[in-house]
């Protein structure tokens, strides 16, 4: 026998959340782990108490059930904690299931867990997995620390290190400096490390990683080659799935993205995002009924996560005014403001997306009576409200006549998408219909004039070398259009030139930050935000990375 | 409504029950183990009688369990739903983690387990296939050996072996035969042992670099003189 016995792993000192609904498993799961020397076991039989655990310490262990009944899973319990940074930097979470589920083989960094158990759970399974993810989370909390202060270029230097050395965990770290150089803006180099993946064999996740860069670039036909050929074989591979649903729209192929979120639908049906956005496609196409039933999944899987937002409920309510069940629509908008009453934003838009139901079913006087005390606050909040909201509202307050409100809110969404034609277009459609047709185009109009403009100018100052006051410019321009992903990152890159000539300033340097993680929400996948930030993290900076 | 009934597909029934079945044997399994482990020193006929019948009851406990594993995955496999997933890893791991699951019906037996396996050894395999096929290998091996099984794995120029040999019997010429058959993809009888032979042949095919593709072999080659059983994967 040469194949020698691992030691256990020293769990003396560990803090250990064991989170299981069924009591069997957690004494099998605790016994084992007494044998190793721990005595600091706490107990979650569900998730609301696993999250209230995770709330109140931090723990370096975290063994976690896939399945736990009724309500949040294993992986929305992860999700959340990271989200909500609840776990230290080397906390080793492993997920326990009964089978090998799809869930297990795509995500990203932030979704994946550090290992997967499938029942039966010896001992020796436990003890061997442990010890090699608490080594690795050690050996990677470094990398862990940048990640978490967006530090890509540091994070991706620590990997370069760590994988100078040879390295149990080769591929794993290699898959990582993928995904930190697709953060950094670097895809030729995540682009390097899937190809040479795929040359050793047909890997889904180094597949998928080459879709996300050409559907990031817009080559959506090579995209649709690399995740054709992932789904095609297999429906397992759900993120694939929706990329590929993600792609085709691209495309304006409605009804194969359909097919395509349907299919994923039938192997893994929990996914609000997955159904919000298989109801998008069915307005697309015409398919009301689908669509709001597709909406209605998505709110009650998202309801209690912090995957909840105004989107499916508004769009719900979309749905159920155009197949005329203004009572259901008006049901679904005082869902809205129970569900997500924290959120001013989602409570004014609770009330003035009635305004359109109330004009449908006659209620004039009512419509207008909301239009009027509303007014104010829609102005003030214009630049928090979604784009099909405003689409929405904005026809409704033109009938009304409150042609102030609707041009100021129609203004602000056009200043901050200046770029996108087919806003510009709808915009211009709205007024035309309400009768207001050159009033309308000399308002979408002047408006993208004005945000090109302003880019121009900044442009401009900043090669005659003018950077205060190209800094200036942009600054005050970000107040008006806050939600424009050119202009922010257009601001952020003239504060990183100054701070490349003038030293780090840490306000500036916030400032930059806040521009780029702001513009990366609005266009994700964005490759220039990720280019700034690294320029950004290179002032004043060269990493020491230890040998 | 009957008809309605009638239409429900009879196949969620099956998996679910397969299910089921699986986790209550699963169960039972590890009830028996700790049994066993608690029996201590046999000093009595009886008590010998005893171990042996639990040690048995334990064997066909975790076979049925590996089938229901086994066809579990083999419906996915064909469903097209099995998430496989390669990782380069280390043999060593898995080899630790196949001996757990077969030591203690080798205790039981009064069999002796050996492994040979580099620690410093990588390949690029899918954990929980190749756990399945490597358990019900061993399993089978132990229950026909004499006094040793032997697992082993190695390094090929073209990937890794895996090879899990015993001193018993031999495998009889027509399971030899079957065991070719599979090989060559050809359609054979699903006894309870073909159904083993099955799912460890594809298992090994689904495991592919370039143009190479896994295999499974039986032989009477082993260096203990009875069966081996090797699974070779790029």
């Not at chain 1, 670039?217 to 297999?234: M, Q």
């Not at chain 2, 043999?91 to 205790?107: F, K, N, T």
Request: net charge negative.
């Amino acid at each position: 026998m040469n194949l020698r016995a691992l030691p256990p792993p020293d769990l003396s000192r560990s803090q250990i959340l064991i989170i299981e609904d069924f009591e069997g498993m957690r004494a099998i799961l605790r016994d084992i782990l007494t044998r190793a020397g721990a005595s600091r076991i706490t107990l979650a039989l569900n998730a609301a108490n696993a999250i209230n655990q995770l709330e109140r310490q931090r723990f370096d262990i975290i063994l976690c059930d896939l399945h736990l009944g009724q309500g949040k899973n294993g992986q929305d319990i992860l999700e959340e904690a990271r989200h909500r940074a609840l776990l230290l930097p080397h906390a080793v979470w492993l997920m326990v299931s009964s089978e090998k589920a799809s869930e297990m083989v795509t995500g990203t960094i932030e979704s994946r867990p550090d290992d997967y158990l499938i029942k039966p759970i010896t001992e020796t399974m436990l003890f061997s997995r442990l010890s090699r993810q608490i080594e690795k989370k050690q050996a990677l909390a470094p990398i862990e620390i940048a990640l978490r202060e967006h530090e890509y270029l540091k994070a991706l230097r620590l990997a370069d290190a760590a994988l100078d050395k040879a390295n149990p965990h080769a591929w794993d770290l290699k898959r990582l400096k993928a995904e930190l150089a697709m953060h950094s803006g670097e895809h030729g180099m995540a682009k390097a490390i899937y190809e040479e993946a795929l040359s050793l064999r047909n890997l889904p996740w180094a597949r998928l990683g080459l879709a996300k860069i050409h559907f990031n670039e817009g080559r959506y036909d090579d995209a649709r080659r690399e995740l054709k050929a992932i789904t095609d074989g297999n429906r397992a591979y759900l993120e694939a799935h929706d990329w590929l649903a993600r792609t085709l729209d691209r495309l304006g192929d409605p009804d194969g993205a359909q097919e395509v979120l349907q299919r994923a639908l039938a192997t893994s049906p929990r996914a609000p995002l997955r159904q919000l956005h298989l109801g998008e496609v069915a307005v697309k196409r015409g398919e009301l009924e689908t669509a709001a039933l597709a909406f209605q999944n998505s709110i009650e899987l998202a309801r209690n996560t912090p995957l909840k937002s105004p989107q499916a409920y508004l769009a719900l309510s979309q749905v159920q005014l155009a197949r005329k069940q203004t009572d259901a629509a008006l049901n679904t908008l005082s869902t809205l403001s129970i569900d997500l009453r924290g959120d001013p934003a989602a409570r004014l838009l609770a009330e003035a997306m009635q305004i359109p139901i109330r004009l449908q079913t006659g209620e004039l006087d009512l419509a207008r009576e909301l239009a009027q005390r509303l007014a104010g606050e829609l102005r003030a909040e214009a630049q928090q409200l979604p784009p099909e909201a405003v689409f929405n509202l904005a026809g409704p307050l033109l009938t009304l006549g409150d042609k102030t409100t609707a041009g100021a809110l129609l203004g602000c969404l056009i200043s901050n998408n200046h770029e996108h034609p087919e806003y510009l277009e709808r915009a211009e459609t709205i007024f035309a219909e309400a009768g207001f047709g050159s009033e309308g185009r000399d308002l979408v109009q002047g408006a993208a004039r004005a945000a090109t403009d302003i880019m121009n100018r900044g442009v401009k100052l900043s090669r005659e070398g003018k950077l205060k006051e190209a800094i200036e410019l942009t600054r005050e321009a970000r107040r008006t259009m806050p939600n424009n992903a050119r202009l922010l990152l257009n601001h952020a890159f003239l504060l990183i030139a100054w701070m490349e000539r003038h030293g780090r300033e840490f306000t500036l340097n916030d400032e930059a930050r806040r521009c780029i993680e702001r513009a990366r929400k609005l266009k994700p996948g964005d490759k220039r935000a990720g280019e700034l930030l690294t320029r950004l993290e290179l002032i004043g900076n060269d990493f020491e990375v230890p040998a | 409504m009957p008809a309605e009934n009638a239409k429900l597909d009879i196949s969620t029934f099956l998996l679910s029950s397969i299910h089921d079945m699986k986790n209550s044997l699963g169960v039972m399994a590890a009830y028996l183990e700790q049994a066993l482990a608690e029996t201590g020193e046999v000093t009595t006929a009886q008590q010998a009688a005893a171990r042996d019948k639990t040690a048995q009851a334990l064997y066909e406990a975790q076979r049925v369990n590996n089938h229901l594993i086994q066809l579990l995955a083999l419906y996915k496999i064909d469903q097209s739903f099995y998430p496989f997933d390669p990782q380069d890893r280390p043999l060593a791991d898995l080899a630790r983690e196949v001996l757990a699951r077969a030591l203690p019906l080798a205790d039981s037996k009064g069999v002796t387990l050996d492994c040979d396996c580099p620690e410093d050894l990588y390949g690029w395999f899918d954990h929980e296939l190749v756990l399945g096929v490597l358990v019900q290998a061993l399993h089978n091996a132990l229950h026909y050996s004499r006094h040793r099984v032997l697992l082993s794995a190695a390094a090929l120029d073209t990937g890794v072996i895996f090879s899990i040999e015993d001193d018993g019997p031999g495998f009889p010429d027509f399971l030899l035969d079957q065991g070719n058959a599979a090989q060559r993809g050809i359609n054979f009888e699903t006894g309870s042992t073909g159904l083993g032979l099955y799912f460890a042949d594809i298992v090994a095919r689904l495991h592919q670099a370039g143009d190479a593709t896994g295999c499974i072999r039986l032989s009477n080659d082993s260096r203990l003189g009875g069966g081996c059983f090797t699974l070779e994967l790029p």
